[in-house]
């Protein structure tokens, strides 16, 4: 396809797991990203994954990528009530030059 | 990590007048800034790319005129919004990146929230 796309809502309780799932448009692009934005405030580089790479783990973050299929998760462990956030999720494809292409992210709501 | 600045973090203007926004880099030299717009519960739209020391690159159906980028120095880029109208109120958002980074990141301001009346 030609945009990158992800669910709009994600609502968990706290405590439980998230999966943010995203699938992007260019298995070229070198790397993938998940970005956090937080109500009026700019974007929060939250992990990224080299494309020879299937899985990345940082704390409670674990990243699953799927190249054949362009498809990127998000997992957080344990979610917290700070985690209440929208993610974007971005590639870099050779196309677009050093640009980014993001989706249109997905608001994640924690619930106690 | 890096830090971006932007300046002012909200304004508002009546319709008519143009607007600055300032995008700096504190701690790191960026050849190439990023802005972007984002309307209420969307995503970012990347409206240019500007590199030091030559004209931005747009977006198709980017105003050149209308958006005015100049990126003077390593650290600064502004964003001149001129005669804003209502319909440009939105949220503007810059980026930058650092060269010395490997994978590519971009860097995010804190944003500027334009409303014009």
């Known amino acids: 396809g030609e945009d990158v796309e992800q669910s709009l809502f994600l609502s968990v309780r706290e405590g439980d797991s998230s999966v943010i799932n995203c699938t992007y448009t260019?298995?070229?692009?070198?790397?993938l990203y998940w970005y956090k934005q937080e109500p009026g405030a700019g974007l929060q580089l939250l992990t990224y994954?080299?494309?020879?790479?299937d899985m990345k783990q940082d704390q409670r973050l674990t990243v699953l990528l799927n190249k054949k299929d362009k498809h990127l998760s998000l997992r957080i462990a344990d979610t917290q009530t700070g985690d209440s956030a929208i993610y974007f999720c971005a590639e870099s494809p050779p196309r677009r030059g050093q640009n980014f292409v993001f989706g249109p992210g997905t608001r994640l709501s924690v619930l106690p | 990590g890096a830090v971006v600045s932007q300046h002012p973090s909200r304004v508002i203007c009546k319709s008519g007048t143009s607007v600055k926004i300032e995008c700096r880099s504190l701690d790191f030299q960026a050849t190439t800034m990023f802005w972007y717009r984002q309307f209420p519960k969307q995503s970012l739209m990347l409206m240019a790319t500007?590199?030091?020391?030559?004209?931005?690159?747009?977006e198709q159906g980017v105003e050149k005129d209308k958006f005015l980028i100049n990126h003077a120095s390593l650290t600064l880029s502004t964003l001149t919004v001129t005669s804003a109208h209502p319909e440009d109120s939105s949220f503007y958002i810059c980026?930058?990146?650092?060269?010395?980074?490997?994978?590519?990141?971009?860097?995010f301001g804190p944003g500027t929230r334009l409303t014009v009346l």
């Open positions: 994954i080299f494309s020879n790479m």
């Open positions: 500007s590199n030091e020391g030559s004209k931005a690159t747009y």
């Open positions: 980026s930058a990146r650092d060269p010395q980074v490997s994978y590519n990141e971009q860097f």
């Open positions: 260019d298995s070229s692009s070198t790397y």
